[in-house]
């Protein structure tokens, strides 16, 4: 293995050091938060609604401006008006479905492909096969607005991983989506982490993170309260399941 | 840095072809929605010159010299190219902003500049397919020359691109649809209609000929009549160099708006 592979191999997927971030009203939603997401792995942010999780991924993508703090995709910058390049590597599920309704559902994938650099045939092409991957080719011509909740959240995923990212953050994608499609997503999900992309998951279904996840953290008043392996967290705080861990962690 | 599998395209590449996508779709948009977009402009625009020109015409007959209904017709293209030019862009970024769609462009690896020349492409080309569309069928009810076309062209341009700006800045500002009806129904319609559209400023008393000379848009006017007519009421050079600095100051404001994130990022 060459020095510049070992390097790309060490290199986490995701650094965040000192990451902090005030809203108005003095709302403290991220306190100097740290988190390593070693590249590859598939891990899982876990944490109470108001807790922060958002507010790093949002930070992650440019949609949210930390008042201080580093943050890095594999080694490169993100944040600021200089972090943009590093977007091409990063895909971004949100947890609010928001989809471009003046547009059929195969366009606003091509769309999406283009504004990430791919050009128009490739975008084409990569659009179809994200349709029939998540069965949604005969929905090609429809606008979102017009597609079932399933669709959209499918749609909404199919979006994320068009441009091919290395990195992918999924804000709570299986929230309100029935227990069929939740396994079609995750086998999908699982696949392509088996392929050699992160996955950044938050999710509040904490059975699903202990199947999924090679590695958690839990976040709390913006800040990270513990992180691990599933298995070695049970141990540490003595509990039989990682909902158990959450509570004693982070509940209220 | 690269995505996995994708062939290797320099950023620049990579953001020009954002841009391409996002003026595209800024230019379907306005062409699907044409029945909302283009033709009652156009149809409104019909009307002033049915209504103004040829009926009360007959009253008037001529301003300055001209033709009453001749020298209405550069006012109302440019009265429809900054009012669609403005109501397209607040519309467009409010509601890309109000649904969450405009995280998609916003999150990609686009820089500030191309999101503004994106999302100001679609208030110029609605703008320019009203101004065409507004000449071409006044030309049915009124025989007019263009006798600067170059002067028209570069007025509807500038014009475009100066009150899609502003359009742009109020919807990124907007927190609601009202902002944007006010500052289109209280601010620019009535800018648009004491812009000397219907009548020559030669006509006013003081203080409000003197007054007119503090409407932005009463120069556009003026740089279009010329345009269309050869003639106006202020010199050309300054019309036009009114109109481009205004454009200008829009522009520069809204990239500054742009670049800080303001309505795109918390």
Redesign the interface.
Known sequence: MSADARAAESTPALRCRGVHKR?PHDVIALDGLDLEVPAGSFFGLLGPNGAGKTTLI?SV?????PDAGEIAV?G?NALG?GG???????G?A?Q?I??????QVQ?LL???G???????R??RDRAAEMLEQFDLTNKARAYANRLSGGMRRRLLLA?ALL????LVILDEPTAGVDIELRQDLWSYIRRLHA???TILLTTHYLDEADELCEQVAFIRDGRIAAEGEPDQLRERFGAPRLEDVYLQLVGR | ???????I?S?R???R??L???T??EA??VL??WRQTIVPQIIAATLFVVVFGIALGREIREIEGVPYEQFIVPGLVLMGVVTQAFANNATSLYQ?RS???I??????????RHLMVGYLSGGVLRSILIAVGTLAVARIFVEYPIERPLVLAATIVIAAIGFSALGTIVGLYSTGWEQQNFTLNMVIQPLAFLGGVFYSINALSEPWRSLTFADPIFYAVSAARYGVLGEAEVSPWLSVGVTTAVSAVLLAWCWVLF?R?VG???
Do not use: C, W
């Open positions: 809203f949002r993508v440019g949609l949210n401006e594999f490169h008006p943009a390049p590093t977007r091409r590597i990063v971004y949100p609010e928001a989809l471009d309704k003046f547009v366009q091509e769309l999406h283009r504004y990430f650099g791919l050009e128009r490739d975008a979006r441009h091919r990212p290395r392929d050699g992309t | 840095m690269t995505a996995r599998g994708a062939r395209d950023l590449t990579a953001r072809r954002g391409a996508a996002l595209e779709r379907f948009r699907r929605l890309a649904d969450g769609f995280e998609d462009p916003v999150t990609s690896p686009m820089a500030p670049r994130g795109l990022r918390t």
